[in-house]
C-alpha cells in the first residue's frame, strides 16, 4: 500500500474519534515524517511510540488524542500482527522469572533519583494518589499522596508495635510513614539500588529496615533459616512486576510471611482482561517485564490462601495523579535535560500522557486496593474509605 493510500486510511480512521491530521485543534496530529504510516503498520504501538520519540509526529494535547482514540475503540479496528508475537511470547516464557527480577529496578527505578525527586510529590511516592476521599478530598498531589498513605494504615489496623513487610517499598516513603504516625516498624524489600540508597537515608534512625532483594527471598522457611512472620503485609504498586506465572507463588510467600489473622493490602493497577503481557513499547522504554492482572487471575491466586475482605477501586484517581506528575516533570525539566536528551524527554512525556489517557476512559485500566486477610478478620472486616 502506498503512503498516500496509508495517510489516507489513517485520515479516515482519526476521524471516527474526532481528530484530524494537520488540524489546529490541540489534539489533532501533526504528521512531520510520512513515513509515519508505514511504520505503524507494520509495529503498532511499538512504532507509533518510537516515531513519537524521534519527532515523526507531535500532539499538544497528547492526552486528549490518546483517550479519543481510546474511546473510539480504534485499536479493534486495526489489525496489527506484532501484538499477537508479544502474546505469544509472553505464553510460552516466564518473563518475571528471579532471574530477571532486578532488571526493572536497572531500567526504570535506577534511571536518577534527580528525575523522580523533581516528578514526584514531597515524600516519593510513586502510586497513585488517593483524591476521592468521602470526607476531605485531597487539594493537591502532596495531599493526595498522604492520604493514601493514611487510607493504607487504617484499612490494615496499624497499631503502634505491629510489625509490617512492605514488598516493593520504593525510597521507603510508605515505611517512614508507618513508623513515625503509627509506630510500627518495618521490613522493605526493593530491587533498585537507587531506591535502597535514598530510603536508607530518608529512613535513618527510624525502626525501618530496606533490603535489596527479591520477593521470592523473603519466603520466611528460607529467609536467613530464620522464621521471620509479620502482622500485616502491604505491597503498593509493586504486582504489576510479578507476571501472571508467579502469582501463585507471591501469594503463597506473602501467606507464609503473614501471621494468623493479619492483614495483607495489595494495592496495583489491574485490567479489564486477562492477559500474559504487556504493550510492547511500555516493556521495550518503561516497564520491561510488566503486565497488569486481572480480577480472575488475583482471584486464582488467592484461592485457599487469603479470605478476601475488601475490594477498592479508585482508578479515575491516576489520571490526576499522572497529570500532577507531568507537570511537574514538565516544569522542572530544565534543570536535569543536561543528564538525559530530547529523545528521553519525548519518551517520559509519551509514557505519562499515555497512562493518564488509559485511567481517563475508565474502560481498562483500573487501579485496586484490594485486603485479604489470614483466616479471616473475626467477626468481619469493617471497610474503610
Same mark, same amino acid.
Given at each position: 500500500?502506498? =503512503? #498516500? %493510500?496509508?495517510?489516507?486510511?489513517?485520515?479516515?480512521?482519526?476521524?471516527?474519534?474526532?481528530?484530524?491530521?494537520?488540524?489546529?485543534?490541540?489534539?489533532? $496530529?501533526?504528521?512531520?515524517?510520512?513515513?509515519?504510516?508505514?511504520? $505503524?503498520?507494520?509495529?503498532?504501538?511499538?512504532?507509533?511510540?518510537?516515531?513519537?520519540?524521534?519527532?515523526?509526529?507531535?500532539?499538544?494535547?497528547?492526552?486528549?488524542?490518546?483517550?479519543?482514540? $481510546?474511546?473510539?475503540?480504534?485499536?479493534?479496528?486495526?489489525?496489527?500482527?506484532? *501484538?499477537?508475537?508479544?502474546?505469544?511470547?509472553?505464553? +510460552? *516464557?516466564?518473563? @518475571?522469572?528471579?532471574?530477571?527480577?532486578?532488571?526493572?529496578? =536497572?531500567?526504570?527505578?535506577?534511571?536518577?533519583?534527580?528525575?523522580?525527586?523533581?516528578?514526584?510529590?514531597?515524600?516519593?511516592?510513586?502510586?497513585?494518589?488517593?483524591?476521592?476521599?468521602?470526607?476531605?478530598?485531597?487539594?493537591?498531589?502532596?495531599?493526595?499522596?498522604?492520604?493514601?498513605?493514611?487510607?493504607?494504615?487504617?484499612?490494615?489496623?496499624?497499631?503502634?508495635?505491629?510489625?509490617?513487610?512492605?514488598?516493593?517499598?520504593?525510597?521507603?516513603?510508605?515505611?517512614?510513614?508507618?513508623?513515625?504516625?503509627?509506630?510500627?516498624?518495618?521490613?522493605?524489600? /526493593?530491587?533498585? =539500588?537507587? =531506591?535502597?540508597?535514598?530510603?536508607?537515608?530518608?529512613?535513618?534512625?527510624?525502626?525501618?529496615?530496606?533490603?535489596?532483594?527479591?520477593?521470592?527471598? $523473603?519466603?520466611?522457611?528460607?529467609?536467613?533459616? +530464620?522464621?521471620?512472620?509479620?502482622?500485616?503485609?502491604? %505491597?503498593?504498586?509493586?504486582?504489576?512486576?510479578?507476571?501472571? #506465572?508467579?502469582?501463585?507463588?507471591?501469594?503463597?510467600?506473602?501467606?507464609?510471611?503473614?501471621?494468623?489473622?493479619?492483614?495483607?493490602?495489595?494495592? +496495583?493497577?489491574?485490567?479489564?482482561?486477562?492477559?500474559?503481557?504487556?504493550?510492547?513499547?511500555?516493556? #521495550?522504554?518503561?516497564?520491561?517485564?510488566?503486565?497488569?492482572?486481572?480480577?480472575?487471575?488475583?482471584?486464582?491466586?488467592?484461592?485457599?490462601?487469603? /479470605?478476601?475482605?475488601?475490594?477498592?477501586?479508585?482508578?479515575?484517581?491516576?489520571?490526576?495523579?499522572?497529570?500532577?506528575?507531568?507537570?511537574?516533570?514538565?516544569?522542572?525539566?530544565?534543570?536535569?535535560?543536561?543528564?538525559?536528551?530530547?529523545? *528521553?524527554?519525548?519518551?517520559?512525556? *509519551?509514557?505519562?500522557? +499515555?497512562?493518564?489517557?488509559?485511567?481517563?476512559?475508565?474502560?481498562?485500566? @483500573?487501579?485496586?486496593?484490594?485486603?485479604?486477610?489470614?483466616?479471616?478478620?473475626?467477626?468481619?472486616?469493617?471497610?474503610?474509605?
Amino acid at each position: 500500500m502506498s =503512503q #498516500k %493510500s496509508l495517510a489516507k486510511k489513517a485520515e479516515e480512521l482519526l476521524a471516527l474519534a474526532d481528530i484530524q491530521i494537520g488540524g489546529s485543534r490541540p489534539w489533532d $496530529i501533526q504528521v512531520r515524517n510520512p513515513r509515519l504510516y508505514k511504520r $505503524i503498520l507494520a509495529s503498532g504501538s511499538l512504532g507509533a511510540g518510537e516515531a513519537y520519540m524521534d519527532g515523526w509526529w507531535d500532539c499538544e494535547a497528547l492526552d486528549v488524542m490518546l483517550a479519543k482514540i $481510546i474511546e473510539a475503540n480504534l485499536e479493534k479496528k486495526v489489525k496489527i500482527k506484532t *501484538f499477537f508475537w508479544e502474546a505469544l511470547k509472553a505464553k +510460552t *516464557f516466564n518473563f @518475571q522469572s528471579k532471574n530477571r527480577a532486578f532488571e526493572i529496578g =536497572q531500567k526504570h527505578y535506577d534511571i536518577g533519583n534527580d528525575l523522580y525527586e523533581r516528578m514526584l510529590d514531597e515524600k516519593m511516592n510513586y502510586t497513585c494518589g488517593y483524591w476521592s476521599a468521602p470526607k476531605n478530598p485531597a487539594k493537591n498531589l502532596d495531599e493526595a499522596q498522604v492520604a493514601k498513605l493514611d487510607l493504607v494504615c487504617r484499612k490494615i489496623g496499624l497499631k503502634k508495635g505491629d510489625r509490617v513487610l512492605d514488598i516493593g517499598c520504593g525510597w521507603g516513603n510508605s515505611a517512614k510513614y508507618m513508623a513515625e504516625k503509627y509506630g510500627a516498624s518495618v521490613v522493605g524489600i /526493593t530491587v533498585s =539500588q537507587e =531506591q535502597k540508597k535514598l530510603g536508607d537515608k530518608l529512613c535513618a534512625g527510624l525502626p525501618v529496615e530496606i533490603r535489596l532483594q527479591d520477593y521470592r527471598d $523473603i519466603d520466611p522457611s528460607t529467609l536467613l533459616g +530464620t522464621s521471620e512472620r509479620f502482622d500485616h503485609i502491604i %505491597s503498593l504498586g509493586m504486582f504489576e512486576h510479578v507476571g501472571v #506465572k508467579n502469582y501463585r507463588e507471591y501469594m503463597e510467600i506473602a501467606c507464609r510471611s503473614l501471621k494468623e489473622g493479619g492483614i495483607f493490602l495489595l494495592h +496495583t493497577i489491574g485490567g479489564a482482561y486477562s492477559v500474559g503481557g504487556t504493550d510492547p513499547w511500555i516493556a #521495550k522504554y518503561i516497564f520491561p517485564n510488566s503486565m497488569l492482572p486481572s480480577v480472575a487471575q488475583i482471584g486464582r491466586s488467592i484461592e485457599g490462601l487469603f /479470605t478476601l475482605e475488601d475490594w477498592h477501586n479508585f482508578g479515575a484517581d491516576y489520571d490526576r495523579t499522572l497529570m500532577c506528575w507531568y507537570e511537574n516533570f514538565n516544569n522542572h525539566w530544565d534543570e536535569i535535560k543536561e543528564k538525559y536528551d530530547d529523545r *528521553f524527554y519525548r519518551m517520559w512525556r *509519551f509514557y505519562l500522557l +499515555t497512562c493518564a489517557a488509559s485511567f481517563r476512559t475508565r474502560a481498562n485500566n @483500573q487501579l485496586w486496593q484490594i485486603v485479604l486477610s489470614k483466616g479471616g478478620v473475626k467477626g468481619g472486616y469493617r471497610t474503610v474509605r
